[in-house]
């Protein structure tokens, strides 16, 4: 692991904690722990045993040239697996902590909701007594009221689900989250078909292919005649063109996946930002409509009735930006290729 990724399971949340300092938790902090993964742990362990043995056959004299390739060949394909497992590691703790953040939301929007229900229940009464509305009115209001509720209740429910299977994935407790920084959202690219034909070439998909045709080759180039029989010759050939068709093939598959990875984070992109645009047009809303309360124009429960559209934007933005984020982090697990600012926060 990096000594980054090392520092930074050290300083948080214990120094934080010790320091009495508030416990709301970026999600870098989360992404830091995800090298604590099972799966991380044990391609990690399968990287060092690789590392350890090679060393050993480039020191042994008597390592014939396929041992020391094999060996090689082992150490490369371990590393590009922990490589994966860490960024698939990722993905999922980036997944589960988006589940916290809309939680988080749907709770404030949950809440608000609830409040204007009673709102309306207030309103209702208060019209049945001036005799502009009926007891049906009244009983309706108070239905919604028992409905909004329910709804508060199961989305803090959802809330303590979601906070517990994120602590249980990472070990990070927390008050609440903090929202992800637009900025390193902002800056993600897609890229074109040259960087992701390359990438292929490095997961452990291909890598796996390319290394059984780097032993047909150097198995062809090790026979002679002077001591191996045609057939012998013959049979190495085949299995060299074997080996490159399969090679090729495996490379034209990982390729199509990349570029379907790919595929999806420019749709999150442009996803993201119809939702940034549509949440910016609400806060416009709400800030006319608030002027219009102060001049007399419209009701408090109207205004209150505008202010939860808001928050019903925020959440679609907030949407919006996990799956951008879970797009751009798929493509990096995918590719092996480091996001700029995600590895090693």
Known sequence: MTHALTARRLLTPLLVAALGLATAQPLEDFLARSDQAVGVVTAELERADAERAMQR?????????????QARQRAELATAQTTEALFEAYVDVAAAYAQVREAELQVRIAEAGRALAERGVEVARLRLE?????????????????????????????????????????????????????????????????????????????????????????QVELLDPSFASRSQIDQAELQRAQAAAGADEARRGVTLLLRSRANTLASALEGDRIAQDALSQAREREDVERRRLAAGLISELAFEQVQLQTLQAELRAMQAEHALLAAALELQAATLVPLEGWHGF
């Open 57 to 69: 056959s480039e020191a042994d004299p008597l390592a014939l040239r396929p041992e020391r390739v």
């Open 130 to 218: 001036r005799g502009s509305a009926t007891a049906l009115e009244v009983q309706a209001a108070e239905t919604d009221l028992r409905e909004a509720e329910r709804g508060a209740n199961a989305a803090r429910d959802g809330l303590a689900l979601a906070t517990r299977n994120l602590v249980g994935i990472t070990g990070v407790t927390f008050d609440a989250s903090e929202p992800v920084a637009r900025d390193r959202l902002v800056g993600l690219d897609v890229p074109d078909d040259a960087a992701l034909e390359a990438a292929a070439l490095g997961t452990p998909a291909v890598l796996q292919v390319r290394h059984g045709l780097a032993l047909a080759d150097l």
